[in-house]
């Protein structure tokens, strides 16, 4: 079955960067687009970006162009997320999640980032 | 970007009693494909995201058949057909037919 297992929480502070993992199992990784999808405390779901099987191409939400790099390493099936210049506003939980072909079809069980001086 | 609306916010539902979720987009989300990607998701209490309905109306794999979808254009429809205890939780539709995808603000369904 598809499993995506998603690095612990982290705590930084202001201004510091944070690299999530997720690493996929259960269907052929490098065959599908991945996608990053965050969720601030008590709030909705916020879409970040996605990034093609090869990792060649990404597209990121405006909002967070110049701070996100997503990348991914089919050799070990694993996708990352690098946040930079972090503020309190990207206190989240943070979703890795698999494209089903326009839509998300399966997601990490989150992971907690927390800003604060 | 496209706007997602949902109302109600919020929906206090008697157990077995159904339930409906309307969500507005601001433009058509017919693709150029032909295809309008427009998909429901569940987020129970502490737990990620579930994909519930696809493409409108498609159920994902082990969804109940009392998930229902349906609509076309600009608006659509989630329907619980009877509500159970597990489908207490939030419901977010989706649109994947332009990026930045975009979510509507949720529903939160619980039991009265």
């Known amino acids: 079955q598809v499993q995506l297992m998603q690095s612990g929480a982290e705590v930084k502070k202001p201004g510091a960067s944070v690299k999530i993992s997720c690493r996929a199992s259960?269907?052929?990784?490098?065959?599908?687009?991945m996608h990053w999808v965050r969720q601030a405390p008590g709030q909705g779901l916020e879409w970040m970006g996605i990034?093609?099987?090869?990792?060649?191409?990404?597209i990121y939400a405006q909002k967070f162009q110049g701070r996100v790099t997503m990348t991914r390493d089919t050799s070990t099936s694993t996708l990352y997320m690098e946040l930079n210049s972090l503020r309190s506003e990207d206190t989240a939980v943070y979703y890795c999640?698999?494209?089903?072909?326009?839509?998300?079809?399966?997601w990490g069980q989150g992971t907690p980032v927390t800003v604060s001086s | 970007d496209i706007v997602m609306t949902q109302t109600p916010l919020s929906s206090s539902v008697t157990l077995g009693q159904p339930a409906s979720i309307s969500c507005r987009s601001s433009?058509?989300?017919?693709?150029?494909?032909?295809?309008?990607?427009l998909s429901w998701v569940q987020q129970r209490p502490g737990q990620p995201p579930r994909l519930l309905i696809y493409?409108?109306?498609n159920r994902f794999s082990g969804v109940p058949d009392r998930f229902s979808g349906s609509g076309a254009g600009t608006d659509f429809t989630l329907k619980i057909s009877r509500v159970e205890a597990e489908d207490v939780g939030v419901y977010y539709c989706?649109?994947?037919?332009?990026?930045?995808?975009?979510f509507g603000q949720g529903t939160k369904v619980e039991i009265k």
């Open positions: 433009q058509s989300l017919v693709h150029s494909d032909g295809s309008t990607h």
């Open positions: 989706m649109q994947g037919t332009q990026y930045p995808w975009t």
């Open positions: 999640a698999k494209d089903g072909y326009y839509i998300v079809d399966y």
């Open positions: 493409k409108i109306s």
């Open positions: 259960g269907y052929s990784f490098g065959s599908y687009h």
């Open positions: 990034i093609t099987p090869s990792g060649e191409s990404t």
